[in-house]
């Protein structure tokens, strides 16, 4: 199959990017599908495009708000070509808020193109669809739920993993790892270390992204605060083997996000033997039925609450890592996942619906 993914491949743009990389690389080794990316910032002609796109039998969208997705989209319709779209959570009612008069109307100029051409769509969680469905209630018609896998290093020994951790019993370590961004909740996260300095509650924060406007706000914060001892920021990182090391130097993953759909670095954690704190808005289901990590809300003071009960309760850690782990193993192979999702392209192709993951 000659699969075109579509969307924004630079690394500092977050969880798109990297699912259309493993993407590409998983069906490019085990089925020799033919795979290309093209990001969404190449500077191609209107007639290089259609010859180009013409060579494939489906095209994947994980870009919304951008004309050239519509010029994409128009040119694959003309040459009878389907394609479908992964939101990535852009139709989520807290992300439609922001520019919201501009989304609208663009949703409503290139209604045809995006939402009745289509041949199909995919969500990441019933959650993104339910929100999705505030929009236009006819997704249910053409769509299938999967959600993002990652790749698991199974040939490492549970036990070898958890001898390795360096759980601090003084100080808890928090780890924040993903793009710089408002919706994260990193705001009151920062506020929430303020008032821990105040109550001589022990708790570092290092906040792990690319650099951006919100970036340089929160430095702010931090320097008006105070909190230079007790907040870091360090540059991004991408490659696992380092990613490895933040998860080992920190106690638990903190997302106490506004908005997700379906959040890659979590399960990076998770996987990683990592607790995560994370909100609701995070979509991550039964995080403390499943004693993975705990809930937490937007205030600060909740938030304080809550990482007191957690260091009060220390003696869980050991259980909590193993359950992470065993968690990410038994949920989010890439690989199963992704056999998952070529069924569903090869449903697209030929027209018939033999999955059961649709809607």
Partial sequence: MKILLFGNSSKESGGPAQVMKILNKILENKYNDEVEILDINTQITNKNLKIKISKFDLIHIHELWSIKTIKLTYFAEKLGIPYLFTFHGVLNNWSLKKNKFLKKVFLQIFKKQILLKSSAFHFLNKLELLEANEIYQKFNKKSFILQNGIELNKNVKLKEILNTSNHKKETLNLLFLGRIH???GLIPLINTVKLAKEEKFKVNLNIVGPKSAHCDYLKTMVEKYELDNQVKFLPAIYEMSEKKILFNQNDYFILPS???ADSVAVKEALANNLPIIVSKECKIQ????????YLISHNPKDILKKLIMIKN????????????????????????????????????????KYSDNWI
């Fill in 182 to 184: 408002s919706k994260k």
């Fill in 258 to 260: 506004y908005d997700e």
């Fill in 286 to 293: 039964d995080v403390e039925k499943k004693e993975i990590g």
């Fill in 313 to 352: 309760n220390s003696n869980l850690y050991t259980s909590l890592q193993q359950n992470s782990s065993e968690y990410a193993n038994k949920n989010f192979d890439i690989l199963k996942i992704t056999e998952a999702y070529r069924n569903n392209l090869i449903d697209i192709v030929s027209g018939v």
